[in-house]
């Protein structure tokens, strides 16, 4: 899979379930241009390995954090973004992470 997408912060093979499990890590301060210039390079390739049955559907899983003394928060996903994850079938996950003001 490395050979196809780059190089991959962690790959599990799955007996049970038949797909294998890969992630790919951006860091915090990742511009949304630059999760989008990802998801261009790998898409195609990752598309084709969901076609072969050789990874389950992939996903964009952002994660965002929410101060503890809110009761609220959002996350705006650029429509660019949510574009060009629709078109490689990604799936879109948010989780929030709490932490102390």
Not at 70 to 85: C, E, G
């Amino acid at each position: 899979m490395e050979a196809t997408v780059g190089p991959l912060d962690r790959f599990e093979a799955s007996k049970a379930s038949g797909f294998s499990y890969a992630q790919i890590g951006a860091s915090e301060d990742c511009a949304w241009s630059d999760v989008l210039a990802l998801i261009e390079r790998v898409g195609p390739a990752l598309l084709r390995h969901v076609e072969r049955g050789e990874v389950g559907r992939p996903s964009l899983d952002v994660a965002f954090f929410v101060q503890e003394d809110r009761v609220t928060a959002s996350l705006l996903v650029p429509n660019d973004v949510v574009a060009a994850i629709g078109r490689f079938g990604f799936d879109l996950e948010a989780s929030a992470y709490v932490v102390s003001a």
